[in-house]
């Protein structure tokens, strides 16, 4: 009988440990509304390719609900949380400024980022339009 007991105890401890072993990946991505926007797997830094936006965006309301103002140092990002703060640093000259996520995109294929006017324009990234950067959470 006391076999039993210590048997049956072993057993259920490690189906539990089987199941928490399982469901561990999944807890490690943060989750809004069934929609997956940030992993503790992402790369604290990522490359790719930085766009901005501005005029015609003017005044419009973002993903956090406040208008947008093209003087504000921000920035659109896809998945990053809103309200996260990152450094984006322009790879062709190496100015760095720290924007916060604003707003969601850019929707254009291969890029990882869309900036405010001022924010590109302080990294001197207007000209080109498109310029190649660094992400980094901070």
């Given at each position: 009988?006391?076999?039993?007991?210590?048997?049956?105890?072993?057993?259920?401890?490690?189906?539990?440990?089987?199941?928490?072993?399982?469901?561990?990946?999944?807890?490690?991505?943060?989750?809004?509304?069934?929609?997956?926007?940030?992993?503790?797997?992402?790369?604290?830094?990522?490359?790719?390719?930085?766009?901005?936006?501005?005029?015609?965006?003017?005044?419009?309301k973002?993903?956090?609900?406040?208008?947008?103002?093209?003087?504000?140092?921000?920035?659109?990002?896809?998945?990053?949380?809103?309200?996260?703060?990152?450094?984006?640093?322009?790879?062709?000259?190496?100015?760095?400024?720290?924007?916060?996520?604003?707003?969601?995109?850019?929707?254009?294929?291969?890029?990882?980022?869309?900036l405010?006017?001022?924010?590109?324009?302080?990294?001197?990234?207007l000209?080109?339009?498109?310029?190649?950067v660094?992400?980094?959470?901070?």
């Open positions: 009988m006391k076999n039993t007991k210590i048997l049956l105890f072993l057993i259920v401890s490690l189906i539990c440990l089987v199941i928490l072993s399982i469901t561990a990946e999944s807890r490690a991505n943060i989750e809004r509304s069934g929609q997956k926007i940030f992993s503790l797997k992402t790369p604290k830094a990522v490359r790719g390719w930085a766009s901005w936006y501005g005029p015609g965006f003017q005044g419009k973002m993903a956090n609900g406040k208008r947008y103002d093209m003087y504000c140092v921000s920035a659109a990002h896809r998945d990053l949380p809103l309200g996260t703060k990152i450094r984006v640093t322009n790879l062709e000259n190496y100015k760095k400024i720290v924007v916060v996520i604003f707003d969601r995109g850019p929707y254009v294929r291969g890029r990882i980022i869309d405010s006017f001022k924010a590109a324009k302080k990294l001197g990234a000209k080109a339009g498109v310029v190649p660094k992400i980094e959470l901070i």
